[in-house]
């Protein structure tokens, strides 16, 4: 006689797993970087990092906010797209634009992208006329987008930059052909079905123009920062690039709002010790520029939006 072996106790255990795994991941990450802080920063002298800041040209300040523009300009246009695919004609390109604007500068800076994010486009995109199942199609699509700048930069790094080593250059060159065949295997028409979910697929042509917003948003944030730093931190932009990819990596690994804490601690680690508050006063320039500054206009956007939809329904009522 078989024995049988029930393994529903164990398939059960899972998602369990997984969510202690993450927290653990999570604790070990926001650890090494609190160490590597204190190690980093406890003899930074006061005196030196305000000299470092002031040191910083106001032209390279400009620069920053230019880019900062460009990148929000195309974290908008990932939902242009999205939309375009998911109801296409039925929210307007500056809607769907604004939506995903307000989501990413909120997200980016509170954390827990699946949340913040999410719940800005359920409110800008439900009161556009989207169903809960649609809403969550452009969300899936613009993450896809925003998952496709990640790879076309990294594989770009990786095969371009001269400090790249022969391994990587390998490992680049097959990330750029795992993103052409992305483009040859998709299809219009064609979707992505999770029990009750379908998930609508963009065109090859689409998913290209989507690797491409992606590669420029991306190149745009990190040029961001890059313009700021010390002119010895690294020797290119393409070397610079994995540094800050990996640094955003962990952060959000991290579940840290805005991965506050990890991603200084990443990029003071890759310093070598030199220049530290060079480094230190880029870092605090872009926090203000790349995330509180848009923050700030998208909560005051997003108030606004609140209370003019607050104010139609009463008078819709009255």
């Excluded at 005196?47 to 032209?59: E, H, I, K, S, T």
């Excluded at 195309?74 to 989501?103: C, E, M, N, Q, T």
């Excluded at 230190?280 to 923050?295: E, K, S, V």
Aim: hydrophobic share 55%.
């Amino acid at each position: 006689m078989r024995a049988s072996v029930n393994l529903m106790p164990i398939l059960s255990a899972g998602p369990r797993v997984l969510r202690w795994a993450g927290f653990l991941v999570a604790l070990a990450i926001l650890s090494l970087a609190f160490f590597s802080l204190i190690h980093n920063l406890g003899s930074l002298d006061g005196d030196a990092l305000m000299r470092a800041l002031r040191n910083v040209l106001v032209q390279k300040v400009w620069l920053c906010g230019l880019l900062t523009g460009v990148s929000f300009l195309a974290l908008g246009g990932y939902d242009v797209i999205a939309v375009g695919i998911v109801a296409a004609r039925r929210v307007s390109p500056a809607r769907a634009w604004l939506a995903g604007a307000i989501a990413n500068a909120i997200s980016n800076t509170l954390g827990f992208h699946a949340l913040t994010a999410t719940a800005v486009r359920f409110r800008l995109l439900g009161r556009a006329g989207l169903s809960a199942s649609e809403v969550t199609s452009v969300v899936a699509l613009s993450w896809t987008a925003l998952g496709f700048g990640f790879v076309s930069m990294i594989s770009l790094a990786m095969t371009v930059s001269p400090d790249s080593r022969p391994e990587q250059r390998v490992i680049g060159v097959a990330l750029i052909g795992a993103l052409v065949l992305c483009t040859r295997l998709l299809g219009p028409g064609k979707r992505v079905s999770i029990k009750a979910f379908n998930l609508p697929l963009p065109s090859g042509r689409v998913a290209l123009a989507q690797m491409l917003l992606g590669a420029i948003e991306m190149a745009s944030a990190i040029g961001a920062l890059y313009i700021l730093m010390p002119e010895d931190f690294v020797s290119s932009f393409l070397s610079f690039s994995l540094v800050y990819i990996g640094a955003v990596l962990l952060g959000i690994a991290s579940h840290a709002p805005g991965g506050l804490g990890v991603f200084e601690a990443t990029m003071l680690s890759f310093g070598n010790g030199q220049g530290r508050a060079g480094i230190l006063a880029a870092l605090i320039i872009y926090r203000l520029i790349y995330n509180l500054c848009p923050f700030g206009l998208a909560a005051l956007t997003f108030a606004g939006e609140e209370i003019s939809a607050s104010v139609s329904s009463r008078v819709g009522n009255s």
